[in-house]
């Protein structure tokens, strides 16, 4: 199956790559995310995940979610840009053990002097990410084939 081109993320991250990925989001694709991420990205998660500074664990949050809640999907009602900070408002949708939810949060992300995503603070207390496991995806994410 052919994904469509805007799914694919380009050497620079963007508020319009973040909508159309996570509108439909594919667990095959989660490694070409880290064209979008810079070396030393630090994420922070929810907790209990907490703080992340290696890559690989970074993807696999996002990997253990789709593996979770295979239906994840987030729309994104609102977005803001200050310099090199953006604010991505977004509603999650999807099914997991627990059934059906909808809860809301928002990330500001922080670009590099290159566009790629230096930091990322999402904010969020729902209990769905103390599920998450970043090394049980990051395990995944090596077993998936390379991003083109």
């Known amino acids: 199956m052919t994904q469509p081109a805007a799914i ?18 594919v667990l095959s694709l989660v490694p070409a995310i880290r064209q979008v991420m810079a070396g030393d990205i630090i ?3 929810p907790r209990p995940i907490g703080d992340i500074t290696d890559p690989d664990l970074y993807l696999g949050i996002i990997a253990d979610i789709l ?13 803001a840009q200050s310099g090199n900070l953006h604010f991505v408002r977004w509603t999650a ?6 059934g ?24 969020c207390d729902h209990p769905f990410f103390s599920r998450i496991d970043p090394r049980r995806g990051a395990a995944l994410c090596k077993s998936l084939p390379p991003a083109e």
């Open 100 to 123: 059906r939810f909808k809860f809301e949060g928002c990330d500001r992300i922080k670009l590099d002097g290159n566009g790629l995503v230096l930091e990322n603070f999402v904010f």
């Open 67 to 79: 593996t979770i809640c295979p239906d994840w999907k987030l729309e994104v009602p609102e977005y």
């Open 43 to 45: 994420g922070h998660w």
């Open 8 to 25: 694919i993320p380009s050497s620079q991250w963007s508020v319009e790559g973040f909508k159309t990925f996570w509108a439909a989001p």
């Open 93 to 98: 949708t999807g099914t997991d053990a627990d």
